[in-house]
Structures are given as C-alpha cells and as structure tokens.
C-alpha cells in the first residue's frame, strides 16, 4: 500500500530512542539530527513514512514519527511555564471551543494552550505583557500548525486587567496570576451563553476567582482538577506506576448569563 503521507522537508519529526526518550527536529534537506548516540541524516528521513525505525551512526536505532500536539507542548521551546497536555484536553471540552468560536486568551505564554485552541478551530485574539512571550507564542504556533494558523491568531502586547477592546466574545481563558481582575471586563465583552475559563495554580486563586463570578452576571460556575495516572501492564503484572502526574492546576469555569 502507498504511503499517502511521506515526511518532508518542513515537517517536525519525533525520533524516540529504546529509552522512550523523545526528540523532536524539524526536517530540512541537507540537516542532521545530532546526539550522542551519533547522528541522523534528515536526508534519511524526507520522502519516508512514519512508523519506521532508522539507525544514527553511531548504531542507536530511533522510531520515526510526527509528534502529536502533546508532544509537541512537551517539547515547545519556552519562555513561560506551559498548561500540560492533561489540563488542555479538558479546557478544550470545558470550554467547548469549536470552530469558528471568537475568544480572547490571556496571558498566552508560550503558546501551548493557543495552540490547542486554534487547532480546535477557534479565532484567537491574544492578550500578552510581555513582547517575548508573544513572539515565542506566535513562532510556537506556526512551527505547530504553519503560517495559515496565524490568519486566526493575533497577540497584542497589552494588560488584560486594565480592559478588553473585543465584544460579542465566545469564549474567554485566562491564564494569569489575577484571573478575578478580568471578569468585570470579560462582562461586557461577552455575549450571554458565552464561557469564561480561568486557569489557575493554587485554590486561593480558584476561591478569589468563584467570589469574582458570584458578583457578576455567571452561573453553572464550577472548579475542578484533572489527577493522571498510568499503569504498568507487563503480562500479568499489572499495578498502577509509582509516579503519576498529580496537581498541575485548578480549572474554574462558568457561563456567562443575560443582564
């Protein structure tokens, strides 16, 4: 059967060793992937399906794939912390982001969760403080999803607290220290219906966030945190793995009702 699919220059490979250890490149002509375990021509790898398995010269053999979103955010190049594949698959159901959803996303960080987002199909207008992380973001972006992404992605250097310019907005999601300093302004920007998501570390700011959305015009507010755990199966050997990944964050959100 014909590969419909072949690797080509541009694309981001995945090349994970005998160890499960996992590395990401982006494919050029004439390019090496290098470590040491020797090297890898990309050459090698450019015109050839996934799923095969290639050697380095120095005789380490490496499965051969495109890296799934999850991957991707594991591996992203980073100025800020991102939001882990565990809670961004939640978001994405929470705040039931489809296509064509207009919604304002801040702080955007290093661009994990816009990531996810557009690739759901969502228009994204970013709000980001820091010129760094918005350029970060935007590379992050293309890199994933290339440059047609961006034509649903814009990131302005501006402070979510003090204001929102966009009305009518879907959805909103917040991932910033203050989260509850947003949601006066997320009230007018948002249509009824809409939903407000905020993303936040500690139940402090979880708690500060539901007093926030008490005081205003939301309902069906819930707070909630995603625990992952995976098990070892070997045969009949078959017990839950000593480490898991526990508290990352806590996921609050809510609708946003008529006046």
């Known amino acids: 059967m014909a590969d419909d699919r072949p690797l080509r220059a541009g694309d981001l490979a995945l090349l994970i060793d005998r160890k499960d250890r996992r590395y990401t490149v982006q494919l050029e002509a004439g390019g090496e ?5 020797g090297l890898v021509r990309h050459d090698e790898l450019i015109g050839g399906p ?5 050697r380095s010269s120095g005789g380490a053999e ?9 991957d991707f955010v594991l591996k992203m ?19 039931d982001i489809g296509a064509g959803d207009r919604v304002l996303e801040s702080g955007v960080g290093s661009g994990a969760l816009s990531t996810a987002l557009l690739r759901a199909g969502a228009d994204i207008v ?21 440059s047609t992404a961006l034509e649903r992605y814009r990131v ?18 917040l991932d910033l220290a ?17 939903i407000i998501l905020a993303y936040t570390p500690s139940i402090h700011q979880a708690s500060q966030v539901r007093e ?25 050997a078959v017990r839950p793995d000593h480490r898991m990944v526990g508290h990352t964050g806590f996921l609050t959100h809510a609708r946003r009702l008529a006046d």
């Open 33 to 37: 992937f290098h470590s040491h375990s």
């Open 50 to 54: 996934e799923g095969r398995r290639v």
């Open 62 to 70: 490496y499965t051969v794939l495109r890296p799934t979103l999850g």
């Open 77 to 95: 190049p980073r100025g800020a912390q991102v939001i882990y594949p565990k809670d961004l698959a939640p978001i994405l159901m929470l705040a």
């Open 126 to 146: 970013g709000y980001e403080i820091r010129e760094d992380f918005a350029a970060r973001a935007v590379t992050n972006v293309e890199r994933f999803l290339g």
């Open 156 to 173: 302005e250097i501006r402070d979510c607290y003090e204001g929102i310019s966009e009305s009518s907005l879907d959805k909103v999601v």
């Open 178 to 194: 203050e989260p509850w300093r947003v949601i006066p302004h997320a009230t007018g920007a948002m249509r009824p219906g809409g």
């Open 212 to 236: 926030a959305l008490s005081q205003a015009p939301f309902g069906l507010a819930e707070t909630l945190e995603v625990l992952y755990r995976t098990w070892h199966i070997e045969g009949q």
